[in-house]
């Protein structure tokens, strides 16, 4: 059985992986001349992955500072995530 924290990772690292195979298909877009539409179609699909991804760390690391309010989480302090959380907005 896995652990939320490891699901939570896995979820990640999948969107992650997501993200630089659509990125690969921007690079052969871009290299075979392919029309405008699809090139800004994949740009739009490789930011929404990333953004997601970046949702999801935060949120975990957040989750982290909730449960332990007055640690942090990976030494982030609540100010330090609200920025990234807004970096990513």
């Known amino acids: ?12 690292v999948n969107r992650l992986r997501r ?13 075979n001349d392919a029309s405008c539409r699809e090139v800004v179609t ?8 990333l953004d997601r991804a970046g949702f999801a760390i ?16 990976d030494g982030l302090t609540t100010e330090e995530l609200e920025k990234l959380f807004l970096m990513l907005a």
Do not use: H
């Open 58 to 73: 935060v949120s975990s690391a957040m989750k982290d500072c909730v449960g332990d309010p007055e640690g942090t989480a």
């Open 42 to 49: 994949q740009l739009a699909a490789v930011s929404s992955a």
């Open 19 to 31: 993200a630089r195979g659509q990125l690969d298909a921007v690079v052969n877009a871009v290299e």
């Open 1 to 12: 059985m896995t652990t939320p924290d490891a699901e939570a990772r896995r979820k990640i």
